[in-house]
């Protein structure tokens, strides 16, 4: 980086962390804009150089095609084995989302875990991660990672799936366009809060 004066990045458009405008290519989000920033600071320019994806991203690091990746991620503890993290920017509470006339686990989510109630998740993304870890007797029958999340909140409203967890964000895309159907009934209390933070390759603590 020193010598080319360049940070090489890879990137998912994930709003509002970095964005990419799927017609023209631009950049913009909050982390693109405080990467800019960095930049300038640093006489460095920005180099965008791979759109990776979730499962691809941590071996853009190691295999050095990018230096650092742009768009938010958690700071997991699967991640951490596998690279270094900055401070983070911003952090996401993460909802718990059931259908809006069900109430059973309001005042008590341990009833999730329970071979009856189906949870709706991706393979690889982080309502899996937290369906393994928090409510191992659950149903937990994820989907391939290539579908919408839109889906999994398909999947609450029609009944064939009980719970899923997810950003506010994602959820309150769905829920303007289909209103009353599902309810967050981790509002003020997420079952998760993660820190988003800039992921670069292990080891690089000049760099970091």
């Known amino acids: 980086v020193q010598k080319s004066k360049e940070i090489r990045v890879g990137f998912i458009s994930y709003p509002p962390g970095f964005i990419v405008d799927p017609n023209t290519g631009n950049k913009s989000g ?8 960095i930049a300038k600071d640093n006489d460095l320019t920005i180099v965008y150089k791979e759109e990776v994806s979730w499962a691809t991203m941590i ?3 190691k295999t050095k095609r990018v230096d650092l ?11 951490k084995e596998n690279a270094d993290f900055s401070d983070p920017v911003y952090f996401s509470p993460i909802g718990v989302y059931v259908r809006a006339d069900d109430n059973g686990f309001i005042n008590d989510r341990s009833l999730i875990n329970n071979p009856d109630v189906k949870i709706a ?6 309502n899996s991660f937290i369906g393994k870890t928090d409510f191992p007797k659950a149903n937990l029958e994820p989907f391939p990672n290539n579908i919408d999340v839109a889906q999994l909140f398909l999947e609450i409203e029609s009944g064939r799936k009980d719970v899923t967890f997810a950003e506010p964000m994602f959820a309150y895309d769905y ?10 009934i981790g ?7 993660y820190p988003n ?4 390759k292990q080891g690089e603590d000049n760099f970091k």
Request: no cysteine; charged share 25%.
């Open 197 to 200: 933070s800039f992921m670069l």
């Open 121 to 126: 998740a991706v393979d690889g993304e982080i």
């Open 175 to 184: 829920m303007s366009k289909n209103p009353n159907k599902i309810k967050n």
């Open 59 to 61: 071996e853009a690091l």
């Open 30 to 37: 909050i982390f693109n804009d405080v990467l800019l920033e």
């Open 187 to 193: 509002k003020r209390s997420p079952i998760r809060n």
């Open 69 to 79: 990746i742009a768009n938010p991620v958690w700071a997991t503890a699967e991640r």
